[in-house]
């Protein structure tokens, strides 16, 4: 694989990781990507779910729980509202997350908090099934 | 003159009053480090989402943009949101970040605009709810452990919910930047409608997934957290650098202070004795 694509994934407490990455595959709101060296530009929402960064053949796996990505042609930066190496994850946290959205959807006033908040459930869920 | 015994007394007091300042300085100096590198972590984040804005922006400055980019189109009610820590004994610390916070109230009053005071922090209350007991509306405290979402989450829920129900056209954020352990500046910045910095060079032409509006939908309020969180860490960081110099400071200026009674109270137990010795001797003399 000859070109690499520049990768940062930032939460809002740390820069997780910054590194030349071959390909890197994230939630995107409408179904998982597999971005590579020149990607069109894109601005897209991401759903709770995995990052998979492939670095010279070595894969690296990242929990998020939603957030952005911007990506360029030599860039693509995601920003997480929460994001876990999957080395320092366990269920029991997966499991704390779950039952926190499931509160935040009973307690939500708006249908669209809701909405919200039914949607990272099933997210998360579909993320534990896979773990 | 004071007597001696006075003047030891007054050394123990001043010497454990040094202890206290020694110690809290020791405590700052170790805090200093994990709020350091906590705001220098929040920093990609916040930039991040500025770049992802801005070029959004872009695309977006119409009449369909969303209010809270575009701005009400008014600027009479103004919201200022005064962030400072929760705890004194940091210099001169708080009061600059509320001076700077009552220069940019003064100015907007003066200017016949309408003004609400949020405050973040218990020193921002007590010093602003006194001067602007009318404007104040509500105030929320740092809390012990270090800022994070789940503290500033319903801050910046009662913000927007107040700015969508159209109670401001205006919101702006009052608190310290972290520059160095020796430089902390108060810096007044513009939440709402959200500021954006001169893009260098011509923005990329970006695809949208889903489209623009859910995507600005999501990351407004979204930035605003963001932007109160790094206010809120930046104080912190800020705050450790400020009590870790004041207590150096008083530190020092006890030793000093130490340094000159012990000399004071040697002089006069000297001369004490010496009178002493003088009226025995003369006593001794005259017989």
Known sequence: MAEKIAFDLVSPMRLLLSAQA?????????????????????????????????????????????????????????????????????????????????????????????????????????????? | M?????????????????????????????????????????????RGMANVIANLAVGVSGPSAPLLLAGTGSDKRHLVIVATSDRGLAGGFNSSIVRAAREKIAALIADGKDVKIITIGRKARDQLKRAYST????SYEVGLKAPGFSVVKPIAQRVLDAYTNGEFDVVTLVYSSFKSVVTQTPRVQQLIPAQMEAG????????????????????????????????????????????????????????????????????????????????????????
């Open chain 1, 22 to 131: 071959d390909m890197v595959t994230v939630p995107g709101t409408e179904g998982y990507m597999g971005v590579m060296a020149g990607h069109s530009p894109l601005v897209s929402t991401l759903r709770a779910g995995m990052i998979d960064v492939q670095i010279d053949g070595k894969d690296d796996r990242y929990f998020i729980r939603g957030g952005f990505a911007e990506i360029s042609p030599t860039k693509i930066t995601v920003l997480a509202e929460e994001a876990i190496p999957m080395t320092e994850m366990d269920l029991a946290v997966l499991d704390q997350r779950i039952s926190d959205a499931q509160e935040d959807e009973i307690a939500a006033k708006s249908d669209t908090d809701r909405q919200k908040a039914a949607q990272l459930v099933d997210d998360l869920k579909l993320v534990r099934a896979a773990f």
């Open chain 2, 135 to 138: 404007r104040y509306i509500e």
């Open chain 2, 200 to 287: 260098g060079g011509p923005a990329p032409f970006y695809d949208y997934e889903p489209d623009e509006d859910t995507i600005l939908q999501a990351l407004l309020p979204q930035n605003i957290s963001v932007q109160i969180l790094t206010a809120m860490l930046e104080n912190q960081a800020g705050f450790f650098a400020a009590q870790m110099t004041a207590m150096d400071n008083a530190t020092r200026n006890a030793g000093e202070m130490i340094k000159a009674l012990t000399i004071q109270m040697n002089r006069t137990r000297q001369a004490q004795i010496t009178k002493e010795l003088i009226e025995i001797i003369s006593g001794a003399s005259a017989v």
């Open chain 2, 2 to 46: 004071a007597s001696v015994k006075e003047m030891r007394t007054r050394i123990g007091s001043v010497k454990s009053t040094q202890k206290i300042t020694k110690a809290l300085q020791m405590v700052a100096a170790a805090k200093l480090r994990r709020a350091q590198h906590a705001a220098e972590a929040a920093r990609p984040y916040a």
